[in-house]
T-cell receptor
Framework: KAGVTQTPRYLIKTRGQQVTLSCSPI?????VSWYQQTPGQGLQFLFE???????NKGNFPGRFSGRQFSNSRSEMNVSTLELGDSALYLC?????????????FGPGTRLLVL | EDQVTQSPEALRLQEGESSSLNCSYT??????LFWYRQDPGKGPEFLFT???AGEEKEKERLKATLTKKESFLHITAPKPEDSATYLC????????????FGQGTRLTINP
């Protein structure tokens, strides 16, 4: 079974630009979560989508948004990029996002903001 | 506020030298505790899930245990390929998934 895939793997942007990251979950998985990983803050939860609806959101500004499509693929958008947005963005999927379900992570998209 | 603390931050061992990593947590409504392994430049790789105090899981040289306040990841006779960052995360909240991660333990096994 193919794992979680994320595109692109690497991205370089400049301050003020916007960026869209894509995530394809494991086949059959309908819950997709996004995390930001930085050396200083570690892994932090951004948001979770299930059946095209955002069910949970972390403590990030409104510049961070996402959506999920009917085939469970998800995109994450960051507008008006800041230097501090440089990070590894990780996507994770699980079957239904229920309690005790394991989340499986993709390889991440490394974003560098100059 | 939900909080997960891992110790030590970094650990260097000789091949074959057993040790334990600690993950302590203060959360409301723990749904499960997860251990992941992360290699440089890659996403976290799932290792174990623990749900209730007293539970234990094993996989090759790794064994995870859970109490009401902390979890341990025991590494027996490690090999250089066990070198990685080990992350502990707790699942909190009702229904929707949100993992709260610790900062990780960077483990290095010298041959």
């Amino acid at each position: 079974k193919a794992g979680v895939t994320q595109t692109p793997r690497y991205l370089i942007k400049t301050r003020g630009q916007q960026v869209t990251l894509s995530c394809s979950p494991i086949s059959g998985h309908r819950s997709v979560s996004w995390y930001q990983q930085t050396p200083g803050q570690g892994l932090q939860f951004l948001f979770e989508y299930f059946s095209e609806t955002q069910r949970n959101k972390g403590n990030f500004p409104g510049r961070f948004s996402g959506r999920q499509f009917s085939n469970s693929r998800s995109e994450m958008n960051v507008s008006t990029l800041e230097l501090g947005d440089s990070a590894l963005y990780l996507c994770a999927s699980s079957y239904s996002g229920g309690p005790r379900e394991t989340q499986y992570f993709g390889p991440g998209t490394r974003l560098l903001v100059l | 506020e939900d909080q997960v603390t891992q110790s030590p931050e970094a650990l260097r061992l000789q091949e074959g030298e057993s040790s334990s990593l600690n993950c302590s947590y203060t959360v409301s409504g723990l749904r499960g505790l997860f251990w992941y392994r992360q290699d440089p430049g890659k996403g976290p790789e799932f290792l174990f899930t623990l749900y209730s105090a007293g539970e234990e899981k094993e996989k090759e040289r790794l064994k995870a245990t859970l109490t009401k306040k902390e979890s341990f990841l025991h590494i027996t006779a490690p090999k250089p390929e066990d070198s990685a960052t080990y992350l502990c995360a707790v699942q909190v909240g009702q229904g929707a998934q949100k993992l709260v991660f610790g900062q990780g333990t960077r483990l290095t096994i010298n041959p």
